[in-house]
């Protein structure tokens, strides 16, 4: 499933006129929360989901109506009818989910090419709507940076907030309401290692929404050949490798190069770093010897939930659960 980086990236590289969905009020329960986005394209195509599937050949049908128009409009579905005639055709899913899309014209590209530019910086971005207003809408980043002509930003959400918290809903301010989202950068992976096993990792995070950093010494593992999905390369001297990236607290890093020597030189130059989760591949015993007798809280290991995995396979799966966890602070 895509990112919302993602979503706004393939915005911008294709032209072709498209309407964004994205859900700015739930009541009760529902399938996905506010702040989900959906792409939908001229041909009905569509990009990521905010529903089991209820709602969206509604949401293209009234789509088809506002391409090249500029505006944008609110649509109120009621999921909690437990019978085939309601929304959620018998699912019961208890909630009421309000959903705004709109035309993606010049002036909004305009607003995202900002955002986009600000994410990549890997700086969270607040966006703000108003819903009496559907044409006033701001965009501002964590330093300070602003798109849109909506005065009303605010700063708390950067100062109370963890890495990768969701915030998204409506308030009232003055006379209006806004609906505001904290937008949060694509996170990182850094994957130490381009063995056999990191393939699976590699791929599945990928999946997730994960940018995916391959590091290693031997070009002949670590290249697209192997890593398709990966965003990047870097293969060469490690410890050279380490000192030419400025690591932050939205990154993960995973180390599996099965080589001592390596993870020991790896996890020393890493341990000044604020990751977001840092896991390395092997036994507690081995770990306790990369570590001199002591496992630090900031280590994952043995890497991954305990979920009794066997193989590359289920490996990957239990890290990526255990990194998913992890970014929404889910107690493990």
């Known amino acids: 499933m895509e990112t919302i980086q993602q979503l706004i990236e393939k915005i911008l590289s294709d032209g072709r006129p498209a309407v964004l969905a994205m859900i700015v009020n ?11 986005w959906m792409l939908i394209r001229e041909n009905d195509s569509q990009i990521g ?32 009818a437990e019978d085939d005639l309601g ?9 009421v989910v309000t959903v705004m899309i709109r035309d993606i014209n010049s002036k909004f590209r305009r607003a995202i090419t900002f955002l986009n530019k600000q994410l990549l910086a890997k700086d969270p971005v607040t966006f703000i709507q108003s819903m009496n207003n559907f044409d006033t809408y701001s965009f501002r980043s964590r330093n300070g940076e602003q798109y849109g002509d909506l005065d009303y930003v ?14 998204a809903g409506q308030k009232a301010v003055g006379d209006d309401t806004v609906y505001h989202q904290l937008l949060w950068p694509m996170p990182n992976l850094y994957i130490f290692g381009a063995g056999v096993d990191a393939r699976p990792l590699a791929q599945l995070a990928a999946r997730v929404g994960y940018a995916v950093h391959m590091l290693d ?28 990236i400025k690591f932050s607290s939205l990154d993960s890093v995973v180390v599996m190069t099965h080589d001592f020597q390596k993870d020991l030189m790896i996890m020393k130059k890493l341990r000044p770093s604020r990751l977001l989760y840092f896991g390395i591949l092997g036994s507690k015993k081995r770990t306790l010897r990369l570590l001199g007798g002591e496992i630090p809280d900031w280590v994952r290991s043995p890497v991954g939930l305990s979920i009794g995995a066997d193989g590359p396979e289920e490996i990957a799966v239990s890290i990526i659960a255990e990194l998913i966890a992890v970014k929404r602070r889910k107690r493990i």
Do not use: M
């Not at 329960?29 to 989900?36: D, F, H, T």
């Not at 031997?218 to 030419?244: D, M, W, Y």
């Open 217 to 244: 010494w031997r070009e002949s593992l670590c290249n697209e050949v192997h890593f398709p999905k990966a965003k990047s390369f870097q293969t060469g001297n490690v410890e050279k490798l380490i000192g030419n």
């Open 154 to 167: 605010s700063q708390d959400e950067f100062t109370i907030t963890t890495p990768f918290q969701h915030i």
């Open 26 to 36: 739930v009541e009760g329960s529902a399938y996905r929360k506010e702040g989900a």
């Open 87 to 95: 929304w959620g055709r018998g699912a019961g899913c208890n909630g």
């Open 49 to 80: 989901v905010i529903s089991g599937g209820c709602l969206e050949s509604d949401l293209r049908s009234r789509a088809r109506k506002l391409f090249n128009t500029g505006k944008a409009e609110i649509h109120r579905y009621d999921l909690s």
